[in-house]
């Protein structure tokens, strides 16, 4: 018998029929003719590939799929209606497409529950208030760990007593959190990619309030430290996950100025946290100060429980590719159970040790990401502006608690204001600057306008770094007025959010569909490098290097490495441009290979059904599990999404498949 598949010879013009050579087997003719005419409302009559797939499924009473079938219907996936969202012009257009009707999400998971927002299958089809609740919600999420980060510092010169640690150990809770902040977000990015964004927000959450309520009843500053790592841990799940989201519900034109208020939590964070903490101590003690973060995180977990909807455009295009691709039978009961006990025990052994290696392995390989030129230089110069922003915040509570200025925690607290001050103000105007520089170059270029025009908007931050940390240094340094050192702040504030901010909408754009690796890149650099100069601030600054020449280096610091901003506008481009090259001959290598395997292949028998996942050679006679075929090669959507693992196969009209 030969099954001959052919998209000509059908009743119906656009879905295909199984034609049998043998008249008598007219069940199964007519069963592929029914699953042809009583589609699924789901897939309509008029996308004639998606029929394909459905009418090439096997019934109840077909030994299984052959080899060719399989494959080329998961070739022919992205023909499917369940996907057409991923080429839908508002995913991939810089120019605002007006409303669009909102579709439910395909697949609704356990943890998609409770959820008041609709989930959508198109993310960016939800409405503008929506969106903005979204980020409202996305910014809050990123305020928690600069909250948590921060709202001990004020207590810094008070608190070592009672823990039993030195001035220098106190700083170790900084640095231990900022390192946990840079390390959880190179996995919280890519489970978010593997899993969606809503499973990540809260586990990472969930995780946060219980560290935060185990930090509240440390018997010592051992244990406190080593709290404060796994609270840092779970509260990062927002720094690199949450510019990913607005990357998936904005269009490009469109995130500058949504990143912008983004940004605000981050901001907030180093805001209210020093007054919250220097309040609480002064009233109730340092556990206090804790437990206000155990309520915060609590508190966003129920927000998020109810109104954080799964947004990860990546993640839906695969739901929906899977459903539309042919169901695979299950393996026969015979054959697994003439599986040896140990054959068994082996082979789970193998898959544990595979997904260990898959989650924490891995999740390293974002760090490649900073190899990158276009994406090192910028993360590079940003990193140590923001490392630049600890030596400000570890110097204000030890430098302002000695004298002449003899400051108490609360007065302490409030000396953090006006820097604050600044990143707000820094982090809306850098959104709309951003914007602003993105719709010249679209005017001057077109659409293909390049992803750097955006970092011209970063020329009126670059210079008020620099200057804000030489006022603040050597205004305490000289004892002079308050005033004089809080404006420094400030002033630095306002720079830092208008290149920082700026270069976080850069991320989204340069490598479209990897911002939450990207930035976790970023994330782990930044970090760490805060970590290190929150750690030699104080060591430095009593070995007589004072609070003057300490920023002083930074200060410089931060003006030589902005000379990587204008290498990136510059060469940006070609690197691109190479990157591409490299990517695009990987796939046609990737391809060839894949073709010359099927080509050489030679044709293949179906197994009795004993044997249904077995394919026979015709020159030999030992079954090929299809475990052992070719793999599907990881191909990202040129568009953005990073959503499509398709094999690369020839694709013919008919195919012949002889048992």
């Known amino acids: 018998m030969a099954l001959h598949l052919s998209n000509t010879a059908t009743r119906d013009p656009v879905a295909p029929q199984v034609l049998q050579d043998n008249p008598s087997d007219a ?3 007519s069963m592929a003719i029914e699953s042809s005419e009583t589609r699924p409302n789901n897939l309509p009559p008029e996308n004639p590939m998606a029929a394909a797939q459905f009418a090439e499924a096997p019934t109840k009473g077909q030994r299984g799929i052959p080899f060719e079938q399989e494959i080329q219907s998961r070739a022919d996936i992205s023909a499917s209606p369940h996907v057409e969202f991923a080429r839908h012009p508002s995913l991939h257009s810089d120019k605002p497409t007006g409303p ?33 609740f979204i980020v409202f919600l996305v910014s809050l999420a990123s305020l928690c760990a600069p909250f948590a980060s921060n709202i001990l510092m004020p207590t810094f010169p008070f608190i070592g007593p009672p823990l039993r640690l030195t001035s220098t150990e106190v700083t170790l809770t900084t640095t231990v959190f900022m390192i946990a902040i840079g390390v959880g977000p190179l996995f919280h990015a890519f489970l978010s990619e593997q899993y969606g964004r809503r499973p990540v927000y809260l586990a990472g959450f969930a995780l946060f309030t219980i560290a935060s309520i185990a930090c509240t009843s440390a018997p010592d500053g051992d244990d406190l430290i080593a709290y404060r790592f796994f609270q840092a841990f779970g509260s990062s799940a927002a720094q690199s996950v949450g510019i990913g989201t607005i990357a ?3 269009i490009p034109a469109e995130r500058g100025r949504a990143t912008g208020w983004w940004f605000l939590g981050l901001i907030l964070g180093p805001m209210i946290s020093p007054v919250v903490g220097g309040a609480l101590f002064e009233w109730m003690g340092w556990r206090a100060v804790l437990g206000a973060t155990s309520i915060f995180g609590l508190s966003l977990l129920i927000l998020m429980v109810l109104f954080l909807p799964e947004t990860s455009v990546s993640l839906k295009a695969r739901q929906a590719a899977a459903l539309s691709s042919p169901p695979i039978p299950a393996p026969s009961t015979t054959s697994v159970r003439s599986r040896s006990t140990s054959t068994l025990v082996k082979a789970g052994i193998l898959f544990t040790l595979k997904q260990t290696l898959k989650h924490t392995i891995q999740p390293l390989a974002a760090i490649l990401y900073l190899l990158f030129p276009p994406i090192g230089l910028t993360a590079l110069y940003s990193s140590i502006c923001f490392a630049s922003l600890y030596g400000i915040s570890t110097t204000t509570p030890f430098s302002f608690s000695e004298p002449p200025y003899k400051f108490d925690s609360l007065t302490i607290s409030l000396l953090y204001l006006p820097s604050c001050v600044g990143y707000m103000l820094g982090s809306v105007c850098g959104g709309y600057l951003s914007d602003r520089e993105l719709r010249h170059a679209k005017a001057r270029y077109g659409d293909n306008y390049p992803p750097e025009a955006r970092l011209r908007s970063a020329r009126w931050g670059v210079p008020l770094i620099p200057a804000g940390l030489l006022m603040f240094g050597w205004g305490v340094s000289r004892w002079d007025h308050v005033a004089v050192p809080l404006i420094g702040g400030f002033i630095f504030g306002v720079g830092l959010m208008l290149t920082n901010g700026t270069i976080m909408a850069f991320f989204a754009d340069v490598i479209p569909g990897q911002t939450a690796s990207v930035v976790a890149a970023f994330n782990l650099m930044r970090n760490l490098l805060a970590g290190l100069v929150a750690a030699v601030t104080i060591p430095a600054i009593k070995s007589g290097l004072q609070e003057g020449w300490f920023l002083t280096i930074l200060a410089v610091l931060c003006t030589i490495s902005s000379l990587s901003l204008e290498t990136v506008q510059r060469l940006g481009p070609y690197w691109r441009q190479r990157r591409e090259e490299r990517v695009q001959n990987a796939r046609s290598e990737a391809a060839a290979e894949r073709s010359m395997r099927g080509s050489i292949r030679p044709a293949t028998s179906v197994s009795s059904p004993s044997r249904a996942h077995s394919v026979r050679s015709v020159t030999s006679e030992r079954p090929i599990p299809l475990s052992t075929l070719p793999s599907s090669p990881i191909s990202p959507d040129p568009q953005g999404s990073s959503l499509s693992q398709v094999p690369i196969t020839h694709k013919d009209d008919t195919h012949n498949v002889k048992s």
């Open 27 to 29: 069940n199964t003719r």
């Open 100 to 132: 669009e009707p909102q579709k439910p999400a395909l697949v609704t998971r356990w943890v998609d529950r409770f959820v008041l927002l609709p989930n959508l299958q198109n993310p960016k089809s939800y409405k503008k208030h929506q969106k903005a």
């Open 248 to 250: 998936d519900i904005y």
